[in-house]
């Protein structure tokens, strides 16, 4: 590598000069970067002598901004077949966090450092710690495919940790705080309208199914004389039919009698559907899940009572109220019942759970699977082997 004063004479007759760096990269391509001090070019050449010794250089020609290479990431995603759902929330991280902060920055001048201020600069605009740690997951994969691309020599992201304070993130989900508690659940089974809403109802909570599982679920996947609900296929946020969640999705999940019974009922009077459908719409698609929350859940919960001031007002002035819990939380009712009533093992809640690890279940229910009795026996026994004479 050599440095060299460059002087020439513009139209206006100014003389100028700038410092060009002239080099070779680790691919034997001659390279020419321009400085307007010789303390900036030297300062590069150090670092680019260094990159291009260890075969992790890519020259500024060479390169794209981090937003083109996160948009290519996510367009070979799409290309690839990924859930509709999962490309729109990419999308999203790109033009919500990515492009507002590093979006400009050329992938070639991008460095560590530049990574942990991205994060601070996410936390400093209020985004969640879960938020980040998606977005900077988000941006490890992207630069991973920039790298096959070529368009840079290293994934400088690839060894960024979000560090955290455990204490705040070891959350415990709490019964009728954080998902309805066993009489509130009573009180909306008993609310719920015959039909489809009892039969809905019933299902997600003493199943633990997903929503979109149970708006995908076909009659032909419910086998009511083995008292087994196949899951193979779930219904995206668009009603599009799919594979589940994840490989852990499929699975084959036992039923109740009480939900036999109440399932039987429903498929005497259930309309026909195309896919046929345990829980259409009305005109026999698939149930979409805004309508789902808005029809079906919202109106319960507010008609149970289980409702939280939003601040706003309705059109006739009175406090706008909404339901306290969201449909998902059905799944820790449904995963509460089976630590306490069945005793499964934890591999075993995983498995009917549909949790993609083992670490997922529990990081979830962890203290609802601790022995809190077994434990106060065991230190009565403890305590007796001492003290005995």
């Known amino acids: 590598m050599s440095i060299r004063k460059r002087k020439w004479t513009n139209a206006r007759g100014v003389t100028k000069e700038r410092w060009v760096v002239d080099y070779v990269d680790q691919h034997g391509h001659r390279r020419l970067k321009t400085f307007g001090t010789k303390k900036e070019a030297d300062a590069w050449n150090v670092t680019a002598a260094h990159e291009v010794k260890h075969g992790v250089h890519t020259a500024d020609s060479d390169s794209v901004t981090v937003a083109e290479g996160f948009d290519a990431w996510i367009e070979d995603c799409e290309a690839n077949g990924l859930e509709r759902g999962t490309i729109q929330q990419r999308r999203q991280h790109l033009n919500l966090h990515v492009k507002p902060f590093i979006g400009a920055d050329k992938l070639s001048r991008l460095a560590m450092p530049r990574v942990v201020e991205f994060d601070g600069m996410l936390r400093d605009a209020s985004r969640s710690l879960s ?229 997922m279940t529990f990081d979830l229910y962890g203290h609802l699977l601790e022995d809190r009795t077994g434990d106060q026996d065991a230190m009565m026994r403890l305590e007796a082997a001492i003290t005995a004479a």
């Open 131 to 359: 938020m980040r740690r998606k977005v900077v997951t988000n941006l490890k994969t992207a630069l991973a495919f920039c790298q096959g691309k070529g368009w840079v020599a290293q994934n400088v992201a690839r060894d960024f940790k979000i560090r955290s304070d455990k204490r705040a993130e070891k959350v415990k989900l709490r019964e009728g705080v954080d998902y309805p508690s066993r009489a509130e659940v009573r009180l909306l089974m008993n609310s719920a309208a015959d039909g489809r809403d009892r039969a809905l109802l019933i299902t997600l909570v003493l199943t633990g199914l997903r929503a979109s599982e149970a708006r995908g679920l076909p009659w032909s996947n419910v086998d009511l004389e083995k008292a087994m609900i196949h899951v193979r296929q779930r219904a995206d946020k668009w009603g599009t039919i799919g594979n589940p969640k994840s490989a852990a999705g499929v699975r084959d999940v036992p039923l109740a009698p009480m939900a036999v019974n109440v399932l039987r009922q429903w498929k005497a009077a259930c309309p026909p559907s195309r896919a046929n459908l345990v829980f259409p719409n009305g005109a026999g698609n698939v149930e979409s899940h805004s309508n789902l929350r808005q029809r079906f859940w919202e109106p319960l919960q507010v008609k149970c009572g289980l409702t939280v001031d939003t601040g706003r007002k309705t059109p006739q002035g009175a406090p706008l109220l909404e339901g306290r819990h969201g449909i998902h939380k059905l799944r820790h009712v449904a995963a509460s019942l089976f630590i306490a009533h069945l005793g499964w093992t934890p591999k075993r809640l995983q498995e009917v759970m549909g949790h993609s690890s083992i670490v």
